[in-house]
């Protein structure tokens, strides 16, 4: 029903920046939160930044002041734009999406597949 695709994922050396895209499809009828959360190796999953249909973020304090989350709502689409970036945010990175589908009033939540970020000189 609802497909998240994620890119941008790859190799940075630290210090470095990458952006990651992710764009949701299908039948939506609208999407409310959207988020990023990441699973390095050995760790749980985590949240990395949320952000409201509104606009409004929170971020997990190892990467505030690095990293900001955006989105497009026209496109249904949700960026992590991440600077200054450490080996210890070498993870995979999940998108998330809080979607209300056609024919339903409730809200579910979707994953992308996600994708890798390594980040090594």
């Known amino acids: 029903q609802v497909q998240l695709v994620e890119s941008g994922g790859g190799l940075v050396q630290p210090g470095g920046s990458l952006r990651l895209s992710c764009a949701a499809s299908?039948?939506?009828?609208?999407?409310?939160?959207m988020g990023w959360y990441r699973q390095g190796p050995g760790k749980q999953r985590e949240l990395v930044a949320h952000?409201?249909?509104?606009?409004?973020?929170n971020y997990a304090d190892s990467v505030k002041g690095r990293f900001t989350i955006s989105r497009d709502n026209a496109k249904n689409t949700v960026y992590l734009q991440m600077n200054s970036l450490k080996p210890e945010d070498t993870a995979v990175y999940y998108c998330?999406?809080?979607?209300?589908?056609?024919?339903?009033?409730?809200?579910?939540?979707?994953w992308g597949k996600g994708t890798l970020i390594t980040v090594s000189s």
């Open positions: 952000i409201t249909s509104g606009g409004s973020t």
């Open positions: 998330n999406a809080e979607t209300v589908v056609a024919g339903r009033t409730f809200s579910m939540d979707y």
């Open positions: 299908g039948s939506i009828t609208s999407v409310n939160g």
